[in-house]
């Protein structure tokens, strides 16, 4: 049972406001943006706001709002904080919180524990939300001996987090009520920096009991069991879960991607769409890309998978019926067993490593407008709007199958010869500098979803754009050099 923090009296903790008006934002983010660490900060403040900048000004801050009942934001001072061990941790009973770091930068902001090695019997949570409504946002949890944040309240959401190396499951969902209802899991990235885990008994997130969930737009890498036995999916919800939306992740050389069920334990419905999955096959217990098993009336729309094992997707047991496979790009076979009933329309199951970017990394953004793929989607209305990197779909006269909407804009160049030309700085702030060995004529940027937003003509070798009228963000420059033209990713940071 964790232990609650003991109350302390912390005469320098900064309290900025006694009743603050609540102030929020639509928080938001792509993928690229969680890969760079430009995510845009969530800003949002609840109630009593108190700034803090010890491990002893967090704690009693942490009691003071499970004492009065929450309404209060928590605005972490950049450090590090030993806040976990196995006989205390944060333990938040308090509803309508606000824990982010005041920065907005979530390398800066760092929990910890004691270190990632089994505590059993004992507890070490980096943070554990039993009250509802609670946000956090722009942190890093790391080194715990359980699980980086378990939730067990309902409407928590988790915004540009990163979590790293924690002995068992990333983020855990299981409470003893009969569910955890409309939690959010958005931008955050989750990885073991020595390319596996500690044991097999880990995973990204995992929950039981789960309602409505959604998991967008954020980067898992290296979960992997080092022996033993397979470690559980980047993404896993069952024992009784229903109605989980999983869209736009990334995952990167995990033993298993996403899994909907587990065995008999079932989940019901959910919609499974535009995510990225690539396993380079390194691990020792490689698996599936997206399991269902027990997971009846479930939608598996326009993934992309390339991974070592011999199944891109697979859909188990006579209790998984009713469900739908439709564009997936995979380079191995979508197949039943053990009786599930699944409708396939329009996958394609062949794809090779040279349609993409860059398959050694992940990128599996279609690099070219293969035939197979191009336009050849099946048509899923309100279902499927946008892509991976919230492109709208479609670009062209049809959908694209898999997880990237393929775009001319999205071409790195149409130059015959190769060309020095650089970007700097990279990511920008306020200005950036084209320098190129040919003349520039014309630089165009555009955003992620193809919008022209500004463009400029030159007449030289080295020009300087003023980026302060683009809103932060990942963008492409579009650089023209005499009649040819060379595409470069930007990040503009203000």
């Known amino acids: 049972m964790p232990i609650i923090f003991k ?50 000004e967090f704690q009693s801050a942490i009691n003071q709002a499970n004492t ?41 902001v760092i929990l910890h524990g004691d270190g990632m090695k089994s505590v059993d019997p004992n507890t070490e949570v980096g943070l554990n939300i039993v009250g509802n409504d609670v946000l956090i946002a722009d942190l890093t949890i790391r080194d715990v001996g ?48 020595n390319n596996s885990g500690p044991n097999y008994y880990i995973g990204g997130i995992d929950v039981h009991k789960g309602n409505a969930w959604i998991v967008r737009d954020n980067l898992f890498k290296n979960i992997i069991s080092p022996s033993g036995s397979v470690a559980e999916h980047a993404i896993h919800f069952w024992n009784n879960s229903a109605n989980t939306l999983v ?83 995979t380079n191995k076979v979508i197949k039943s067993r053990d009786g599930g009933i699944a409708t396939l329309t329009t996958n394609v199951i062949n794809a090779q490593s040279n349609w993409f970017v860059n398959t050694s990394t992940g990128n599996l953004r279609l690099n070219s407008a293969i035939p197979s793929a191009y336009d050849q ?12 990197d919230q492109q709208k779909r479609p670009q062209g006269n049809g959908i694209d199958i898999g997880a990237h909407e393929y775009s001319t804009l999205t071409q ?7 060309i020095d030309i650089s970007i700097f700085p990279n990511p920008s702030n306020g200005y950036i500098n ?6 520039i004529n014309n630089i165009e940027i555009y955003n992620l979803q193809g919008i022209l937003k500004m463009q400029q003509a030159f007449s030289n070798s080295s020009t300087v754009l003023n980026t302060n009228q683009l809103h932060k963000g990942i963008y492409w420059a579009k650089i023209f050099l005499e009649d040819k033209y060379l595409i470069m990713k930007m990040v503009v940071v203000l």
């Open 7 to 56: 109350q302390y009296t912390i005469l320098s903790m900064l309290i900025v406001c006694i009743t603050c008006k609540t102030h929020s934002q639509q928080c938001n983010c792509t993928i690229s943006q969680v890969s760079t660490n430009t995510v845009t900060p969530c800003r949002e403040t609840i109630g009593t706001v108190i700034r803090v900048k010890s491990v002893q």
């Open 146 to 193: 359980n699980h980086g944040i378990q939730i067990g309240g309902h409407r928590i959401k988790v915004y540009n987090v990163r979590i790293q190396n924690t002995y068992q499951q990333m983020i855990k969902g299981a409470s003893g009520n009969p569910s955890i209802d409309s939690v959010i899991v958005q931008c955050s990235l989750f990885e073991y920096t």
């Open 247 to 329: 869209e736009r992740n990334q995952i990167i050389n995990c033993d298993r991607g996403i899994g909907f069920g587990l065995g008999t334990s079932p989940h019901k419905g959910g919609i499974i769409r535009n995510n990225m999955i690539y396993n380079n096959g390194n691990g020792t217990f490689n698996d599936v890309g997206i399991g269902l098993e027990s997971s009846p009336d479930t939608k598996v729309y326009n993934n992309t998978i390339f991974i070592a094992y011999n199944s891109a997707i697979e859909y188990r047991f006579n209790s998984t019926t009713n469900v739908q496979i439709i564009n997936n790009l």
């Open 412 to 418: 790195n160049s149409n130059l015959d010869t190769p």
């Open 68 to 108: 009065k009942g929450g309404n209060m934001s928590i605005l972490i001072e950049d450090g590090i904080y030993h806040v976990a061990t196995s006989a205390s941790h944060p333990y938040i009973t308090a509803s309508k919180m606000v824990i982010r770091s005041a920065s907005g930068n979530r390398d800066k």
């Open 377 to 388: 989607g099946t048509s899923l209305a309100s279902l499927l709007i946008d892509d991976i």
């Open 434 to 439: 084209f320098i190129s060995e040919r003349k």
